[in-house]
């Protein structure tokens, strides 16, 4: 009912910024909260930003906290993960989810995900 096509990922030096976006199409009405994703090769998915689609709030990992920021415009049913000051760690696969409902855990339980899009940062 939802699809999530991410796009933005790419090749960057350490101290570089990238923006991420993510486009929802079909029954976007239905999305409640929107979040992103990360993922390295033998290791388990991490919980990187999540923002609720009304009202704005949003909710970061510690490991990127001060550094990037997660905005929606909500005309063009987009979700996007500006990522400055990045680091080698930052290195992975992301994902762009969206959650039904009215749910407070903003970690997990997320019904709909995008296919991912590589981000690999340079040291």
């Known amino acids: 009912q939802v699809q999530l096509v991410e796009s933005g990922g790419g090749l960057v030096q350490a101290g570089g910024s990238l923006t991420l976006s993510c486009a929802a199409s079909?029954?976007?009405?239905?999305?409640?909260?929107m979040g992103w994703f990360r993922q390295t090769p033998g290791k388990e998915r991490e919980f990187v930003a999540a923002?609720?689609?009304?009202?704005?709030?949003?909710y970061y990992a510690d490991s990127v906290k001060g550094r990037f920021t997660i905005f929606r415009d909500n005309a063009k049913n987009t979700v996007y993960l500006q990522m400055n000051t990045l680091k080698p760690e930052d290195t992975a696969v992301y994902y762009c989810?969206?959650?039904?409902?009215?749910?407070?855990?903003?970690?997990?339980?997320?019904?709909?995900w995008g296919q991912g899009t590589q981000v690999t940062v340079s040291s």
């Open positions: 923002i609720k689609w009304n009202g704005g709030s949003t």
């Open positions: 079909g029954r976007t009405f239905s999305i409640n909260t």
């Open positions: 989810a969206a959650k039904r409902g009215t749910s407070l855990y903003l970690t997990t339980g997320y019904d709909y």
